[in-house]
């Protein structure tokens, strides 16, 4: 670099700083220091050494300051010190304290300098033996600096302009994995999307591209670390502020979002304007806008509900599209009881209990779920176990279901403080009513399990019914969705049959029946086809059966035995 026959360093500065886009200042300054560390570590660390930058020549150039004294009186500072008689005698006039400064040249461009100094001030100077060598190691520390500083700069600069990108989406293609980890470039940079941070049935090949949030910039030894996810609820968010104007505009608010990645996902907006149906803004026109968000996220699925500042309400929409009968509120332990008809239990729930899940986070309150069925059981067995209390009538029977107490074990375990607080209890009869309350548990358990046992029986006898055997209603009342209520309204309508359901291919008409709507007209439409699936795939199991017992009864009835 420092050759006569190589370009001016004030050109590769030039040039380097425009090529990185960093000020040509910062890179001056730190060739300057660095060159006045190699000058020191190959003169000596006590000479008072500069480096000075000289940009007409395009070099960096070394000097040592010399301060004038009477005498020597410090001999480690002796190389940066000349006595007025040794200054004399090179014909110097000088007054002590006067500072010298001499250029060391060590160039071989500046080889005739260099020997005309020595000769005159070698004695002072004391670098004859050192001059030589120094051009190559500081050729060698300019390109080292300028390498490293140059790199030092590109990180910090990555880091400015991307930690004000933290929360927001970017978009980059994907390079290479490392460790389950996909790296991305971002074009000045690259970012890493943990495996933690992706989404399980996603898969990214080289040179696919990827859209992600930012949850952090880091800045390290190494460079700026930029993690991404794929999985962040909040990339759900942003999805939708990109895709939805009014969003974007603050008119339409996203109030909660609750995202379980790669399946399902609920969003809970709300209109600043009454003008505006925030859920229609979100789903746009043909549900272009929603469907965007879709696509995007790879086919998961997202329900849209508007939320409410009243907790029932808005937890009976989060739950959709299931219908809910009632909302019993615990306030105290910020929990709600939801009951919901028997042909909606299973779509309350979900599939292994994700709409509930969700819908648990888009609240944030505990959700139990319970069907009307169920609800009426556990009313009739409190009704049982309570009673059988002394001093418990019916209306302290309503007045304990309504503190949670609903069964002896309840009361028997409650502390006596407890039940002195709920109204219509005698304080004095509350030992002889916990008493009674530990023997009548075992009644209550021996009660249990019966009951059980009964429900297990009906249900394998259900299960084992051959689906010729079934009646057209009881078929219906198997469709997921489907309840009394509505099988009735859907044979007012001409839907007799579960493959009338299943056949309709004019949604607009199904959902026309009184209480199914467009979007249950789908559902119902799908669990048919579900049903009729399952239920060839079982009578063909039962046909089978039957086949193997009549043909394991042949020998036996010809034998004259009984069969089984």
């Known amino acids: 670099m420092l050759a006569t026959n190589s370009p001016r360093l004030d050109d590769v500065l030039t040039q380097v700083a425009k090529d990185k886009g960093i000020d040509k200042s910062v890179l001056v300054a730190s060739l300057e220091e660095a060159m006045k560390t190699a000058a020191k570590k190959h003169f000596g660390q006590d000479r008072a050494l500069e480096a000075k930058f000289d940009p007409e020549k395009g070099v960096v150039e070394i000097f040592q300051a010399i301060t004038v004294v009477e005498q020597v009186s410090d001999p480690i500072n002796a190389v940066n010190q000349l006595t007025t008689e040794q200054a004399g005698a090179k014909g110097m006039e000088v007054a002590p304290g006067d500072e010298l400064v001499f250029q060391i040249f060590y160039r071989d461009e500046d080889a005739a300098e260099a020997k005309a100094q020595d000769e005159q001030y070698g004695d002072i100077l004391g670098l004859k033996t050192f001059r030589r060598g120094f051009g190559r190691i500081a050729a060698q520390t300019a390109r080292q600096v300028l390498m490293q500083r140059t790199r030092d700069v590109e990180r910090e600069n990555v880091f400015n302009e991307y930690k004000d990108r933290k929360n927001e989406i970017v978009t980059g293609i994907a390079r290479r994995m490392e460790r389950r980890n996909i790296i991305v470039d971002l074009g000045r940079a690259e970012a890493v999307l943990p495996e933690r941070e992706q989404v399980p049935r996603e898969i990214y090949r080289p040179g696919d591209r990827v859209q992600a949030f930012v949850i952090d910039v880091l800045r390290e030894a190494k460079g700026p670390q930029i993690i991404l996810s794929r999985s962040s609820v909040n990339l759900l968010t942003k999805l939708f502020e990109m895709e939805v104007p009014e969003i974007a505009e603050g008119i339409v608010v996203i109030e909660a979002a609750a995202r379980e990645p790669g399946r399902r996902a609920k969003i ?55 219908e809910v009968a009632r909302v019993i509120i615990d306030e105290a332990n910020h929990a709600m009881e939801i009951v919901v008809p028997d042909d909606q239990l299973s779509l309350a729930i979900g599939r292994f209990g994700q709409n509930v899940r969700l819908a648990a986070q888009l609240t944030g309150w505990k959700l139990d779920i319970n069907s009307e069925t169920e609800v009426k059981e556990r009313r009739e067995f409190a009704n049982k176990s309570l009673s059988a209390l002394p001093g418990v009538n019916e209306m302290l029977i309503e007045t304990l279901y309504a503190h949670g107490l609903r069964e002896a074990r309840d009361i028997a375990e409650a502390s006596a403080e407890l039940l002195a607080q709920i109204p219509g209890i005698d304080v004095a009869r509350i030992p002889a009513m916990q008493e009674a309350a530990l023997k009548q548990q075992s009644v ?58 299943a056949k309709e291919t004019d949604l607009g008409k199904l959902g026309n029946v009184p209480g199914v709507g467009i979007k249950k007209a789908r559902q119902v439409k799908a669990a048919a086809e579900h049903y009729l699936l399952d239920e060839a795939k079982r009578r063909t199991e039962l046909d089978a059966q039957r086949a193997a017992n009549q043909a394991a009864a042949g020998p036996a009835a010809a034998a004259g035995q009984p069969t089984v």
Not at 269 to 292: I, L, T
Not at 298 to 317: L, Q, T, Y
Not at 475 to 493: F, H, M, N, P, S
Request: hydrophobic letters at 35%.
């Open 268 to 322: 809970a907006v709300s209109s600043r304007d009454g003008d505006v149906d925030p859920v229609g803004a979100c789903v746009g026109m043909k549900g272009s806008r929603v469907q965007a968000v879709v696509q995007e996220l790879r086919g998961e699925k997202i329900d849209i509900v508007p939320w409410d500042e009243d907790p029932a309400r808005f937890v009976c929409s989060a739950l959709a599209p299931a």
């Open 444 to 501: 209550d358990d021996d009660l249990k399990a019966h009951n059980e046992q009964v429900k297990e029986q009906a249900r394998l006898v259900e299960a084992s019914r051959h689906p010729d055997d079934l009646s057209q209603d009881e078929r219906l009342a198997r469709v997921r969705g489907i309840g009394d209520k509505t099988i009735e309204q859907l044979k007012a309508a001409g839907y007799a049959t579960v493959e009338d359901i």
